[in-house]
């Protein structure tokens, strides 16, 4: 479990520079600079079948960041008690993602590409995958009993 109760209202969106060209735009992503994490992982999905949803879990540690780096898709965030939803469609903008936060990915567009930063290597143990266990052990840290 987090050491902080997360919400909603700690997920936002963070505009990162665009350096504009003639000959095509440019962004950049540095760790620990423009996110308020260092990140140690980047991963993306592509080749998203219509209709298709992604996300569907929670992670206990690890901080994300998403970007729409090409097209455009929904993320919904759900701390447990409030839900919030946010259409990325720019490849300068993206979505912050605290710890404790069921995330749902849907709506995507034909082509879309979402980046990822992940504060973490990959572990599956950092995974809440069952909504009922999620919100089960975010009730009981709610109530202050910490495992
Ligand atoms: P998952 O995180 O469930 O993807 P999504 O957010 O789209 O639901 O990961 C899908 C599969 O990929 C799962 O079997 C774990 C594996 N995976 C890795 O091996 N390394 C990674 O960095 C990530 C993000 C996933």
């Given amino acids: 479990m987090p050491n902080k109760i997360y919400s909603v209202e700690d997920c936002r969106l963070i505009e990162l520079p665009k350096i504009i060209n003639h000959s095509g735009n440019l962004t950049f992503v540095e760790s620990g600079r423009h996110l308020p994490y260092e990140f140690r992982r980047v991963y993306y999905m592509y080749d998203i079948p219509g209709?298709?949803?992604?996300?569907?879990?929670a992670h206990k540690e690890c901080?994300?960041?998403?970007?729409?780096?090409?097209?455009?898709?929904?993320?919904?965030?759900?701390?447990?008690?409030?839900?919030?939803?946010?259409?990325?469609?720019?490849?300068?903008?993206?979505?912050?993602?605290?710890?404790?936060?069921?995330?749902?990915?849907?709506?995507?567009?034909?082509?879309?590409?979402?980046?990822?930063f992940s504060s973490d290597l990959y572990d599956e143990k950092d995974y809440w995958r069952?909504?009922?266990?999620?919100?089960?052990?975010?009730?009981?840290?709610?109530r202050g009993v910490q495992e």
């Avoid at 209709?51 to 879990?57: D, K």
């Avoid at 455009?72 to 701390?79: P, R």
């Avoid at 069952?130 to 709610?142: E, G, Q, S, V």
């Fill in 51 to 57: 209709g298709a949803e992604r996300g569907g879990h």
């Fill in 63 to 116: 901080h994300e960041f998403l970007v729409a780096i090409s097209g455009s898709f929904d993320v919904q965030v759900d701390d447990g008690r409030s839900k919030r939803k946010f259409h990325l469609n720019r490849s300068h903008h993206g979505l912050y993602i605290c710890p404790a936060m069921w995330r749902t990915l849907d709506n995507f567009s034909s082509g879309a590409m979402c980046l990822v």
């Fill in 130 to 142: 069952n909504y009922a266990d999620f919100i089960a052990d975010i009730t009981a840290d709610d």
